[in-house]
């Protein structure tokens, strides 16, 4: 048996174990030599919105100095110290507000700079029936749709190898027939169908970039969704992940209840990622709202109560979550209460830029109780170490050679030449 | 142009007409003669449950006197003043509680009995969670869908000619995940996957009877629904129509919100029954209930006023629907107040036999309103006259001659030889 160091916290289905093997240039095992161990990313996806970062990067990328860079750069720091992904903002209407002059050039700078963090990034989403672009208004049915498989294909196909996680299509339930004002997605998905509209999407995307990992993603978690789900897997098209909204305004809903929604779910078969969660750290939005949208606050501090809750509210999300089998992303929605979807201070930092407790306990979870940190190992007699731990990037340094190694599903065996 | 009579009142799209040209034994028309004319039968499905009649029908059939024979009697004859088909029972758990032995013989009996007053016989329902036999409980997975297959070939079968109509399957948007005490439907349900299970009730049901007309019914008509419709035809299963369940216990939905409903499920073109109506007489179940079964009373009493209000909303009710253009069917759930379900007012009839006046607002509509009574024309030069009512079954006595004619969707030409 190889020495071994393990991270018996967390759920052992999260784990996994490689054992390394160091020599020399001669082959020779190193035997009874120290070796220093740690982990670099999770393969589990902890997501966060990047929408806050565009405007830097995009400065950063133009060598300006902005006024906020600072304060900026600092929520960069903190962002990056917890979080693995982010999700870009590709709304059509904002991203294209002016026909043939797509945002491009900014968000694959923002991807890019995300990318050199090492923070892999998502985009959001590809097809939706709000915040659509104005001049869609009034083309008939079929260019709308000529129109939407073009700027989805362009979009994927100018991110691939940048971006290669999307929504491809994000509420469909209510997408035919949501009253939402003057748009043209909702008469087009009255047209064609639900599934055709995610047929379409997932299909212009895959054509785009057969890598991207492609998802479907809702807020209503009812029944309904079900029975799409079941109607797109019969119909053929090829769904990688399931997403799940969890915006909780309105106050988390418990272990129990999330995780029997994910039973539900997981029931496919498929990844489930959770897409988009929100926890306030202030009031609660009353109970009575049913679209969020329509409560609207001039003003939604973040206080001290509330802030104890949100932490105690976010650790046992994740940690049931992270429980769950069938979960393999988390993506918070807002790292900063400053511009927070509604003005909700749903931030896991204030405004002001100061962490508030539900950043440091996710801090601690993530980069702590489910990370295994710089550790120091001895090589046994044939020069192995095991290493086990929470699935992801790992590096080894020994004698002032430095490797990375991975732990996956499957044990791995990797040799070293130090 | 022949002289006419025309049913002016009611919504046009349900009219049509017919040119009847009466010619005597040579060929000769037969010009100003005089003709009555009148309708014998509604093409719109106004339907109304015949679980009561069942024990009647299997008496009659034994030429046994029942105790409530006369008053079961009065109660037909009012039910067959306002209906043309019937509904009957074929709940699983009831119609087979010892394996092997289905109660056919009897439930074939009340259907003919129903045949020989002109009462069209729809059978509900082949496929359900609820009301199942208890021999099934845990029996593997793979036989009870064996079983449930062979049960829906064999009632078809059985039937056919007798009864064409079936719920194919029921309430499939709840089916895997309502928590419905032990049946072993749900588990199939779960395993198989909605779409599938409405594909094998089809399927089956096709295969015994291909004349057959096969509904998909549902009391959840959110977007679920619609959802689960889709995937059905995006799967290819062919739905004949499409069954809309309104208990209203808890109050008449309104014309606005049940015709928006009704748009809803127009989209998709296919002929929509409404399948399970109930108005209550009496007071309304408190809002907040969800399922209706939860609401258990000692007495639920029809009352003056309530019974006021039900006739009000039976005939706006039933005004809104037959104006709807894809609606095909209205079935009402209860003629009498006697063992009517939940125990609730619904009955058109009160438990002494007495008509309500919600009976009487609808036959109104369905025998007065709607209906052209006999009427006498006289044919013109070339021997013609021509009717214009509500589609369906007429007939012409013309000298002594009696003739059937039809009023469809094309304007009909017939010769009639008096």
Redesign the interface.
């Known amino acids: 048996m190889p020495h071994e160091t393990t991270t018996t916290t967390g759920p052992a289905h999260r784990h996994g174990a490689a054992t390394l093997t160091i020599v020399d240039a001669s082959g020779a095992p190193l035997r009874d030599t120290e070796v220093t161990v740690e982990q670099t990313r999770h393969a589990f996806t902890f997501g966060n919105i990047g929408f806050d970062f565009v405007d830097l990067a995009a400065d950063a990328d133009a060598d300006a100095a902005a006024a906020n860079a600072d304060a900026t750069a600092h929520l960069a720091d903190l962002f990056a110290d917890v979080f693995n992904t982010a999700t870009l903002p590709f709304y059509w209407g904002r991203f294209e507000p002016e026909r043939g002059a797509p945002d491009t050039r900014r968000l694959l700078a923002a991807a890019r700079w995300f990318g050199e963090r090492g923070i892999a990034v998502k985009g959001h989403p590809l097809v939706w029936h709000t915040v659509q672009p104005d001049w869609l208004l009034g083309l008939p049915t079929d260019e709308v749709e000529q129109l939407l498989r073009s700027r989805i294909r362009r979009e994927v196909s100018d991110a691939a190898g940048v971006i290669d996680t999307w929504d491809a299509i994000n509420e469909v339930?209510?997408m035919?027939?949501f009253d939402n004002g003057d748009n043209a997605i909702t008469p087009l998905a009255?047209a064609r169908?639900?599934?055709?509209m995610i047929r379409m999407a997932f299909d212009e995307a895959r054509a785009a970039n057969p890598n991207a990992t492609l998802l479907l993603n809702d807020f209503?978690l009812?029944?309904?969704?079900?029975?799409?789900i079941?109607?797109?897997?019969?119909?053929g098209v090829q769904i990688d992940a399931i997403g799940l909204q969890t915006h909780m305004h309105q106050g988390y809903w418990g272990e129990e209840t999330m995780l029997a929604m994910v039973d539900?779910f997981a029931?496919y078969g498929l990844p489930l990622h959770l897409t988009e969660t929100s926890l306030v750290s202030g009031d609660l939005m009353p109970a009575h709202i049913v679209d969020l949208n329509d409560h609207q606050v001039d003003s939604w501090p973040s206080t001290p109560e509330g802030e104890a809750r949100q932490a105690d509210d976010v650790e046992r999300h994740y940690r049931s979550l992270v429980g769950h089998p069938a979960v393999e992303a988390i993506t918070y929605w807002g790292i900063t209460d400053a511009d927070a979807w509604l003005g909700a201070p749903i931030g896991l930092v204030r405004a002001d830029g100061t962490p508030k407790p539900s950043y440091d306990a996710l801090r601690r979870l993530v980069k702590q109780e489910w990370w295994l940190g710089p550790t120091v190992l001895r090589t046994d007699e044939r020069g192995a170490v095991q290493v086990r731990g929470f699935r992801g990037d790992y590096r080894v340094d020994v004698r002032g050679t430095t490797a990375p190694f991975t732990i996956a599903d499957a044990p791995a065996r990797v040799h070293i030449v130090a």
Do not use: Q, T
């Not at 169908?193 to 055709?196: E, H, K, V």
């Not at 009812?222 to 799409?228: D, G, P």
């Open positions: 339930v209510i035919p027939v009255r169908g639900r599934i055709p209503d009812s029944s309904a969704y079900e029975c799409l079941e109607g797109v897997l019969e119909a539900r029931r």
